[in-house]
């Protein structure tokens, strides 16, 4: 395996990428998601339940659990496509979701599908059409409780410039 790639030295930075969270993903900003590590072939972030992430439930709202989820698997395709020749696209046109236990205290997301990824590139570049694969995301709470399961499914197409 290759050493830290640019993308993932800004990534793990946590001022640098708070930076980023706050010009470009304000509300991930807000809700106090930060990135533990990103690596080829994972990304883990966590988010804590709070005043900011609360429902009327006295748990965490399950769009502040998604954002978190989403920037799991987005920051592994982002690693994957930054600086691409030729340039990537990516969008999410579908996700599911599963909800198992309250979410409650520091809530931990990973996305462990660094390989699935780097297929899909291959293969976007490779037909020039859009391809999409599901990407998973798992969160646990402080005990290691599944508390949330998502599937967001990514489409990559080459740029048209």
Known sequence: MMGESKFQKLVNNSFLFRLYLLKNLPMAFIAGIRVKKLNDEMAVATIRYGWITQNPFRSMYFACQAMAAELTTGLLVKNCIYQSSPP??????????????????????????????????????????????????????????????????????????
Request: charged share 30%; net charge positive.
């Open 88 to 161: 990537i696209s990516m969008l999410i046109v579908e996700n599911k979701a599963s909800y198992f236990k309250k979410a409650v205290g520091k809530i931990t997301f990973t996305c462990s599908d660094g390989k699935i990824i780097s297929e899909l590139v291959k293969k976007a570049k490779q037909s020039g059409e859009a391809v999409k694969a599901d990407i998973k995301s798992v969160g646990t709470d402080e005990t290691g409780d599944k508390v949330a399961e998502f599937d967001f499914t990514w489409s990559l197409k080459i740029k048209v410039l």
